[in-house]
């Protein structure tokens, strides 16, 4: 079984569509999570940090639910820069210590006109 | 500010060769992270150095993968002698040290690594 899970892509959405992404990871003892963002034949780049609260960066909201194992991404009014394949990451450290990431295979959403 | 950068960006060899990968990481970070994306899976760790000294190598896959970071600047990751399964995107990051800092890793766009 894979340390991080993600639902299969891709995903193709019209401009302006709400999209949500899930992923669980099988390490109870995770202690800090991520969404990172990757463009094609790019580097990885960070979207969000997740937290237990919840948290929201514009059109992007991020959801945390420890007891279930489980991430969420949701992205309204989609736009066509919103193009990319999304990553779900979990560190066994805490926001503040650094250490590995441990990467989901990605989600890929193409955003279409 | 000049983000991670890693030398070459593509490299073909031939199987038993070898090949040495440079990373720079942003320049004051103490954290240097190697990791590798083979085709079709996800991206995976393969070590962690704190200045130039190695705090996590549990992701290198063998013997034939060497790392250092002398002087704690710039990191090379040498594999030999390479083999086919080696072939895939080898990504350095780094990140400062410091509560808030380490929080985001910064990606350098990669080495993409094909062995014939």
């Known amino acids: 079984r894979k340390e991080v899970e993600q639902d299969p892509g891709p995903f193709n959405v019209p401009e302006g569509a709400t999209v949500a992404f899930n992923c669980t990871y099988s390490n109870s003892a995770s202690q800090s999570f991520f969404w990172y963002r990757q463009d094609c034949r790019k580097e990885p780049k960070l979207l969000m940090s997740v937290y237990s609260s919840g948290n929201e960066d514009g059109r992007f909201t991020a959801q945390l639910n420890r007891a279930s194992q489980y991430i969420s991404l949701l992205i309204r009014d989609s736009k066509l820069s919103d193009s990319a394949t999304y990553l779900c990451?979990?560190?066994?450290?805490?926001?503040?210590?650094?250490?590995?990431?441990?990467f989901g295979q990605g989600t890929e959403l193409s955003v279409k006109p | 500010e000049a983000g991670v950068t890693q030398f070459p960006s593509h490299s073909v060899i031939e199987k038993g060769q070898t090949v040495t990968l440079r990373c720079d990481p942003i320049s004051g970070h103490d954290n240097l992270y190697w990791y590798r994306r083979v085709m079709g899976k996800e991206i995976k760790f393969l070590l962690h150095f704190v200045k130039e000294s190695k705090q996590d190598e549990s992701g290198m896959p063998n013997n034939r993968f060497l790392a250092e970071r002398t002087g704690g600047t710039y990191s090379t990751l040498k594999v030999q002698p390479a083999e086919l399964e080696d072939s895939g995107v080898y990504f350095c990051a780094s990140s400062p040290t410091g509560a808030r800092g380490q929080e985001t890793q910064y990606f350098g766009p990669g080495t993409r690594l094909l062995v014939l």
């Open positions: 990451v979990v560190n066994p450290l805490a926001y503040n210590q650094g250490g590995k990431l441990i």
